[in-house]
């Protein structure tokens, strides 16, 4: 909370206050949300893994997901913006009693952006994998794994839900803040 | 240009003006970096192909960036983000102009994010496929065709430079964005 000596500047009985305290509220449902939709992405995609009950022209006979190193990034990156949402609940909750913060609005933009990025990057790579894991490439001559391994690509393909949940979370996130910084400007 | 008749309502002779102005300047240049770096994406990948001398154990002979889905996203999103840029210019240099403008910055930084989100999808499906024709995937039984198509992958993965040139421009966007919108505060 070592922001709150640099931000408290600004009077907190005009109506601008309070809209911008509703935007405050509604940042730190907004984060909730994305807390619940990235653990449990990263949860569904952490746990599967599937062992075929009979042989299969495939040499190994399990199917995890570390074995493709995107889902693993998949895992990486969702429990990292998970880590990060659940941090920055603090300096919500900061802006909802201190509507005239500054400076801290413009670094959660900065790390909102970075960890949109990430998001966006974990859930899209691993798309394109399970995609891949779906159609398979006749040109490539990469075979379909799904017509192996059904219940292994349920999963990873549910688990990508809670991803592509966060990302328009973090998108509404960045809108607000900008909305609630350019809404200070009567508190200078 | 509609916008010109929203936005300007501010005084234009304070020093915060001056600051905003050398935001302004530095958006559009950044913007400029990031038309030149996805065009150049878009293109390389765009006219990737390559037909091999001999005979290998493939059936087909020829590897074009559209055999691949992802590498058709790639160059989709680099063609709109590219667009996008190139006409958010028009803003941006009235945003030079109009430093005070507050309305049509909000707009800018929803569609900034959007199109890194997007630019970020592209760039990072590609990523996950040039890394599996680069490195196979052995559990999965997918081949490493890299190593009958070189010249064929070497483009593939130096086009993605000019995508993950973009994403930091577009964070500095949304940066900038947020920093202009809080100077704002003295030009109510």
């Not at 599937?50 to 190193?69: C, G, K, N, S, V």
């Not at 909802?96 to 670094?107: C, D, E, G, L, P």
């Not at 933009?109 to 899209?124: C, Y």
Request: aromatic residues 10%; charged residues 15%; contains cysteine.
């Amino acid at each position: 909370m070592k922001a709150a000596a640099l931000e408290f500047r600004g009077s907190t009985s005009t109506p601008r206050t309070g809209v911008n305290r509703g935007v405050s509220i509604l940042d730190f449902v907004l984060r909730l949300v994305g807390i619940i939709a990235t653990l449990a992405s990263a949860i569904t995609m952490g746990t599967t893994n599937e062992t075929l009950p009979f042989a299969t022209r495939f040499i190994r006979f399990r199917a995890e997901y570390d074995d493709l190193p995107s889902l693993t990034f998949f895992v990486a990156a969702n429990s990292v913006v998970c880590g990060y949402l659940f941090l920055s609940l603090a300096l919500s909750i900061l802006h909802i009693v201190r509507s005239a913060a500054r400076r801290s609005r413009i670094i959660l933009v900065l790390f909102d952006t970075v960890m949109l990025g990430l998001l966006t990057a974990g859930a899209s790579a691993a798309a394109a994998i399970v995609y891949l894991a779906h159609k398979g490439n006749s040109r490539a001559n990469w075979i379909a794994i799904c017509r192996q391994y059904n219940s292994f690509c349920e999963r990873i393909s549910g688990s990508l839900i809670g991803s592509f949940v966060g990302i328009p979370v973090f998108v509404l996130l960045i809108i607000l803040s900008a909305v609630a910084l350019s809404r200070r400007g009567s508190h200078k």
